[in-house]
């Protein structure tokens, strides 16, 4: 029996498959990732996926696509936009990839790696391409050959702004009645099926935060926080 459990078990390693994860990015870009994504025989994934940042300051923002073409013969593209424009003071420095420094990019999930959207004629690899990346301070690196990424990302942030404004002017014209038909007629203004440019994907993230919130009072202050620290932030939206 343990001889055939040994054979067993041989036989699974042997048809598991680790793919590196490879940075695509230009040379200068302040951060990259690296690291592995190993499938089982099942093709499941497991990750050991690591980030650095190269810059002397914090990174609060950034824009990447995370290809895959799997050893099944799957493939998945992920176009990532991850940004702490949002998060209180308190909690950014925590959550933020420090100066110098490893970092665990948490924006890349491994089950991404076991949602196969097409086929691919591609032999297996992990890629990841930085286009856009903001630091603490407000400046930006930006891939020249993509230069409408920092005008998306502003977009994404001016729209969840405006979001939240016409909620704070929706309950002061008509009370808790009129808030929650802005909060609710967000879907009937923009379905969903129609954010194909995704420049309206952090408002309506915004919408769905909001909604979970356990009532009126909470959902207040959550508009009234997230608008102080976009006050607090303006540098950060040029």
Sequence with gaps: MKTLIAVLL????????TLA????????????????????????????????????????????????????GGYTLYKSRHDHFFIDEVKLEAKSPQANSDFDPSNIDCSMFSTQNWTSTKPPGISVRNFWVQF??????????????????????????????????????????RFNEALDGFDAIVPRNQLATQELNEAHTTQLQLKMLPDLAAQLAEVNRMLSVAASRSNWMK
Excluded at 10 to 17: E, F, H, I, R, V
Aim: glycine residues 8%; hydrophobic residues 35%.
């Design 21 to 72: 994860v490879v940075d695509d990015s230009p040379s200068d870009s302040p951060i990259r990732i690296g690291g592995t994504v190993t499938f089982d025989s099942a093709g499941n994934p497991s990750c050991a996926i690591t980030g650095h940042n190269f810059a002397p300051k914090i990174v609060v923002a950034w824009r990447q696509d995370i290809e895959a073409s799997f050893p099944n």
């Design 10 to 17: 041989l036989c699974l390693t042997s048809t598991a498959q």
């Design 136 to 177: 603490i301070d407000g400046s930006t690196w930006g891939d020249p050959a993509h230069p409408d990424e920092q005008g998306y990302m502003i977009a994404q942030r001016t729209n969840a702004v405006a979001f939240l404004n016409k909620l704070k002017t929706a309950y002061s014209s008509g009370g808790p009645a």
